[in-house]
């Protein structure tokens, strides 16, 4: 098997991936609010040779009917959620090879305005980062704080395809690859023939302007998305580079990987064109036992009020109130569908019970895969896993920060490259590259051929 990507996954709040791991007396993660707790990590995962680092973000939080959720507020699980962008040039100057993927709403703020601030992160990372495209999870809330109506599930998705071309066009439109002159003696900065005004008249959004920034790096940043819904794959074969899908059943998780390489291919895209990585949960120690003794501790973070309240924020449906001996009888959600058709009974298999479904999301996450043992069994896992499913690589989730972390440096990395399952350390005096060559070291830093926001170039 290849060598796989690895991605460590983050958001700007408390808490882990399964309970509120933030009372535990190693975690740090409650110190969030701190630039130091940030760079002391982004710093680590540099040195150990990790791909990048996905920061997480939403506006939404858990509510029900305009309700905040108590136990989300008192646990610390959605609530509180800072922004990430601010800090990824921070963590650019501390990190030389580290990618940093890093999450927008296609609902909150205008296309351009997503451009020019993700360009020029780009410049200031030098060609490190990556836009995570969502449509916003717990989107009845995010709707609600911006002042909006809840736009349903798949026009959502729509408008978010126009979204993504106005900032293609700007980014690849705006400026040709020889228009920065920079010619001190001539007093010329830039040659007015090769930077173009753009037009875009789509049919959610418009936009008549220029990218007001000299080409960055990558140009595009690294196009990432991880909706898993029908209309999400058919988004991700449109626009993605890379997708983060939901861990959980191999055979489930096998068809998405499957769903998203036919999307693509729908577009005129190869099928090896996306890197498709799996949100993952790796508890190791070096036994096996000390392993499970994490695990079980974890679990003790882990209430069921916490779990309905994350489930309820993400889905809109919420398990406490409905019958514990029944399934779930909800078949769709305007809100993210990905938890909810997850749960609904595939393969000629019944569709779980309410009670089952809670104690399965107490103990898994919204993202479903939890792999415990010594570092040669996860290790084991994670290859059987990506044969079983097709993944190329993991989005490592954390339980305690950094300790979930330093258990995959110290524990599992070694072991992983020693099967040639993570690519080795690059050699101290080997240039950095972009994120895109990163994820795709025979391309280019710029969007591939065979990506339609290539054709979206100016001078062509
Ligand atoms: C690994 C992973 C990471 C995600 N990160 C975010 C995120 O940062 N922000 C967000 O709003 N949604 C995030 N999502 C959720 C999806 O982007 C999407 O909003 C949700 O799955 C609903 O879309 P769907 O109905 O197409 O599944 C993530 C999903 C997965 C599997």
Redesign the pocket.
Known sequence: MAALSFGI?Q?IGPNGTVGSAWQHPEDTSAEFTTLSHWTALAEKFDAAGLDFL?????Y?FPALDGELLGAAVREGRGVPQGDPMPLVSALAAVTRRLGFIV?T?TTVEAPAANARRFATLDHFTDGRVGW?I??????ATAAALMGKELIS?DLR?DMADDYVDVNLTLWEGSWEDDALVRDKEAGVYADPEKVHLVHHDGPYFRTDGILNLPPSPQRTPLLV?????G???Q?AGRNAEAV???GGEPATVARNVAGIRESAVAEGRPADSIRI???ALFITAPTSEEAWAKHAQMLELSTPEGAAAIYAG?TGVDLLALDPDRPIAQTSTE?????L?RYLGKDGKPAPLVRDILENFRRTG??GSVFVGSPEEVADQIEAFAAETGVDGY?V?PHLTPGTYDDLIELLLPVLRERGLAAPLAAPDAPPTTLRERLFPEGGPHLPATHRGHGFRAGR
């Open positions: 996954f958001y996905f920061l997480a973000d939403s939404g999450t709403s995570n969502v449509t916003g999870s717990s989107g599930h998705y998305q991880a909706g898993a819904s209309r999400g794959r988004f983060f899908v939901g990585l799996v949100g993400n809100m993210g569908q990905s938890n058709e919204i993202n989005l989730q």
